[in-house]
């Protein structure tokens, strides 16, 4: 017979919980993320109108008002950007459609996939046996390998923080550089050079701050930041992450706020990518290369 060990069953109850907490507050995120996303039908009708009356429309205007074809007598007033045509407005909104529907589609992905496996979850609560011993111990090395449960470090009730955030390059050579606590993030991003490049997962997925240092970083250096940004956060198990691009110039701490918590101001940029543990390490790897030049 399997002895048990004393405690293994609690571990496992109180993995188990945390793990369904985590995934219920996912799954709020989510939902708070779909709800702010810009509906992209009316994206799509007003880039539709604007190339509809683009000949009947003359000179340059902040805002121009045409008819609503899918609520007749009524006009629908569409912002523009007087520095562009209406043509070039028009194609700007089909874009910002075309964005708009792949983010929502992603994060409904996202969150079926989050609400799947929440059922998942809660049907292994309601069914573990804690009196079984092959049950305990298997899930315990699930939970473990989830980060629901975390192994003691020996020798040391708490494994001391290295005195600066997590730092990567890029396969242009560009360190960037990922907060590893509540605390680093703030102190990494109210500290960074204004014009340096910042990033967050979206959403309302809560993560590292991730300052790019660059003024003017390449494609390819941003998509490597922003999947380096949904790995360390809680999108890690998702195969989709949003990630908010801006620069560290738009960043405010707000007086009495929380650490971690910042708010923004002006235009951001979203790249959608795939937590990515390969680049993760690899990144990590050329550190040390360029770090002995």
Not at 17 to 44: G, M
Not at 197 to 210: C, L, R
Not at 214 to 225: D, G, N, Q
Request: glycine residues 6%.
């Amino acid at each position: 017979m399997t002895t048990l060990p004393a405690n293994d069953a609690a571990l496992v109850r109180h993995g188990l919980a945390h793990l369904i907490h985590h995934t219920r507050k996912q799954i709020e995120s989510l939902t708070k993320a779909l709800a702010h996303l810009p509906v992209a039908d009316d994206l799509q009708l007003k880039g539709t109108l604007l190339k509809t009356y683009a000949s009947q429309i003359d000179g340059r205007h902040h805002f121009v008002e045409l008819p609503d074809y899918q609520h007749p007598g009524h006009q629908l007033s569409i912002q523009l950007d007087i520095k562009k045509s209406i043509m070039e407005n028009a194609e700007d909104y089909f874009k910002r459609y075309r964005k708009s529907k792949r983010g929502r589609a992603t994060v409904q992905a996202n969150l079926t996939k989050a609400e799947a496996e929440l059922q998942q979850q809660l049907t292994t609560q309601a069914n573990f046996d804690p009196t079984d011993a092959q049950q305990v111990a298997t899930l315990k090395a699930k939970l473990i390998d989830a980060g629901a449960i975390h192994t003691q470090v020996l020798h040391s009730s708490k494994a001391p923080e290295p005195a600066h955030p997590r730092r990567f390059y890029t396969h242009d050579h560009v360190l960037v550089e990922v907060g590893k606590n509540s605390h680093q993030n703030d102190h990494l991003t109210m500290t960074a050079r204004k014009d340096y490049y910042w990033m967050h997962a979206g959403g309302e997925i809560p993560g590292s701050h991730v300052v790019i240092h660059s003024t003017h970083p390449s494609e390819r250096t941003l998509h490597e930041a922003a999947v380096l940004t949904a790995y360390y956060s809680k999108g890690r198990q998702l195969k989709r992450v949003p990630v908010d691009v801006l620069t560290v110039g738009q960043m405010h701490k707000p007086k009495g706020a929380k650490a971690g918590l910042v708010t923004f101001s002006g235009p951001a940029k979203t790249l959608t990518v795939a937590p990515d543990a390969n680049l993760v390490t690899e990144l990590r790897e050329q550190e040390t290369t360029n770090d002995t030049h």
